[in-house]
């Protein structure tokens, strides 16, 4: 086409009103019409006055007109082209899910590439000397087949640009109060991004924005092999034309302070988006802090022949990039000076909640909050980046009691909703064990206690989580952390108590079964002491003669919560007390094997407070229900184990009329 026959140059002003030449732009803007529409934007004075009400238009021709929309942050009116940006998130944010489902079902990710293959060539001397009146940038030429219009653009792409948009825009506003357009910005921003969290793209451009805001300088990390990466690389604002209806007057420092607080706050929610957004399979739960601190403090307990969760995320491609993208989201939180102590602090204070009815943009940086989980996970990735990484980082002094307890208090509310604990989002509960596995390490642990009303609240949350939470590797981590909770109480009757209380009032049974495994420890622990008395300490001569579980008769008060009847049990009932039944036969066969009658005789005193006549007829009925169980399923369910017990105990057996083995 004739340039001068082109409707969007022979239209330009002052042959028309600028209304009336962007309905003649809108009428006729298509992909071919690209080029010449990159060399109108060079002029300021064309992209000031249409640019804002352009991006809409040319957000459906992405990834064509990347570069258009790029122009149009660079030199059009900053504040109303960040508004329009805005409004476009919003709108993403509360885009059609079937789309949604329909771009993962076909692949987002090949769906680009085979765009850009098809739609992206080499620019012709032509076809840049006819986009404009003189020289005009060069742009790609575009081959379409006009017939059949391109895919419209996945969501992904859009929010890349658009972010990518707004990286450009914000520097170049020059206000009293920047705050308000970022503000303004940002919830839109973080709507849009979480319904996003599926894909990597996002994060990708979202950090890149925050590294924008902060000024922050250092070089990026090596680019992913993704076919987006054509859309996501940020141009920055080089070249970018000043802001039209610039203020002269300096920044306040309490504006801002304040502008800080706002990012610093939308770091804290990306993070808290990204971790709640990560896959939790049956050995990995998203970051795995939990199980890889504890698998690498005790290294002799991993699995032969199966790489530890440390392993897996040194060779794991996916896990290894999640471990990239905390270190870059803690590298933010340095550079906007959100150090490990206000995390901390964030954590114990209590939380600051926005009025509902509040639609007044914040004027200080104490009216803006941080995300809780946010905190939690920035201040359990410093923390592995030290354990696991070896990092040069200080940490914040952390204790059980009060600075743990107050956190989980403040996540799990077992005040109020002490059935739902448990329940919470599995990447939450793998950072609350985590910072508890860390704390528990520091030399001290245990030494100062509370009250027990707070003890055992806080027991009783690390129990509920080892009861409740569906990833069996966290129930696992929140037993053993548990265990280590109770051991550490240095009073034994008060020990003795919560294990009595657990068997006879607790209703989950996984936590009856670890009572009994708490009654074994005790058990050996006391008998430990026992035997060292005559070389021992003052100190260890006290403890042993203060625990109830040094007295063989601590087993005739426990013997009748314990040794429940299996016979009086349904097949589903039996097949719950599993596990509970497997701690009670490890403990029975430990009481065989400690000796009989007048030597240590715990074994002799269960039947003082059974229901049986003797506590060899209780092992009898195991055997028989485990039996009539089997004749019952066809599935053998694990009872195999209990077998194995059952024989090793008849081996150890006792007989009460001779008291000898």
């Not at 053993?480 to 657990?502: C, E, Y």
């Not at 003082?608 to 004749?631: A, Q």
Request: proline share 8%.
């Amino acid at each position: 086409m004739d340039a001068n026959e082109n409707p969007l140059l022979k239209a330009l002003p002052p042959a028309v009103d600028w209304l009336s030449y962007l309905t003649i732009l809108e009428y006729n803007l298509a992909p071919k019409q690209l080029p010449v529409l990159h060399g109108l934007l060079q002029d300021t004075t064309f992209t000031a006055n249409v640019g804002w009400d352009l991006v809409h238009l040319l957000l459906p021709l992405l990834p064509e007109s990347r570069t258009c929309l790029q122009d149009i942050a660079r030199l059009g009116n900053p504040r109303e082209v960040v508004l329009k940006v805005t409004e476009l998130l919003e709108a993403l944010a509360t885009a059609d899910e079937v789309r949604d489902a329909a771009e993962e079902a076909e692949g987002n990710s090949s769906e680009l590439e085979q765009s850009t293959k098809t739609h992206a060539a080499v620019p012709s001397d032509e076809s840049t000397s006819s986009s404009h009146g003189h020289d005009a940038p060069s742009v790609p030429s575009i081959h379409m087949d006009q017939d059949q219009p391109p895919k419209p653009p996945s969501r992904v792409s859009q929010f890349c640009v658009l972010v990518d948009m707004l990286a450009v825009l914000h520097p170049r506003i020059k206000t009293k109060h920047p705050s308000r357009f970022l503000s303004t910005s940002l919830q839109p921003l973080l709507s849009a991004y979480a319904s996003l969290l599926t894909y990597d793209e996002p994060i990708d451009a979202v950090l890149d924005f925050i590294k924008t805001l902060a000024g922050t300088k250092r070089p990026k990390l090596p680019p992913r092999k993704s076919s987006m990466q054509v859309l996501i690389q940020p141009q920055g604002s080089s070249g970018a034309a000043p802001d039209p209806e610039a203020n002269e007057e300096p920044v306040a420092p309490e504006e801002n302070n304040l502008q800080q607080r706002l990012i610093q706050s939308f770091l804290t929610f990306v993070v808290e988006g990204y971790l709640s957004s990560l896959p939790a399979g049956d050995d990995i739960v998203a970051m795995c802090w939990s199980t890889r601190l504890r698998q690498q403090s005790h290294p002799e307990k991993k699995v032969p022949g199966k790489d530890s969760a440390c392993e897996a995320f040194e060779k794991d491609e996916r896990l290894h990039r999640q471990d990239s993208i905390l270190g870059q989201m803690l590298a933010l939180a340095r550079d906007l000076n959100l150090v490990p102590e206000e995390l901390a602090t964030t954590l114990v204070e209590p939380e600051y909640l926005i009025p509902d009815d509040s639609d007044d943009l914040p004027s200080s940086a104490s009216e803006v909050p941080l995300s809780r989980p946010g905190c939690l996970y920035l201040l359990c990735a410093t923390i592995a980046a030290k354990v696991f990484f070896h990092a040069p980082t200080t940490i914040p002094h952390l204790s059980t009691f009060p600075i743990y307890s107050t956190i989980l208090r403040g996540f799990l509310s077992p005040e109020q909703f002490t059935g739902s604990i448990g329940t919470e989002s599995l990447p939450l509960i793998d950072s609350l064990l985590f910072l508890e596995s860390y704390i528990s390490e520091i030399p001290g642990f245990g030494k100062k206690l509370p009250d027990d009303k707070i003890f055992n609240s806080h027991l009783q949350c690390l129990s509920l989580l080892s009861a409740n939470t569906p990833s069996r590797t966290l129930r696992y981590n929140a037993h053993v952390l548990a265990t280590r909770v109770f051991h550490a109480h240095p009073s034994g009757d008060r020990r003795f108590s919560i294990i009595k209380d657990n068997l006879e009032f607790c209703p989950y049974e996984n936590l009856k079964a670890s009572a009994t495994g708490w009654l074994k420890d005790e058990i050996v622990n006391a008998r430990r002491l026992e035997h060292s008395i005559s070389h021992s300490t003052p100190r260890t001569e006290t403890e042993a003669k203060t625990t109830p579980f040094g007295e063989a008769n601590c087993m005739s008060i426990m013997a009748r919560h314990v040794f429940l009847r299996p016979t009086d049990m349904t097949d589903d009932a039996f097949l719950a007390h599993q596990n509970y039944y497997l701690a009670v036969l490890n403990l029975y066969y430990l009481l065989l094997t400690m000796g009989g009658r007048g030597e240590y005789p715990y074994i002799d005193t269960i039947d003082d407070g059974l229901d049986y006549p003797s506590n060899h007829d209780w092992l009898t009925d195991m055997e028989h229900r485990i039996k009539k169980f089997r004749e019952e399923n066809e599935e053998e369910a694990g009872m195999g184990l209990m077998e194995g017990l059952i024989a090793m105990c008849h081996e150890k057996f006792i007989p009460h009329n001779d008291g000898c083995q």
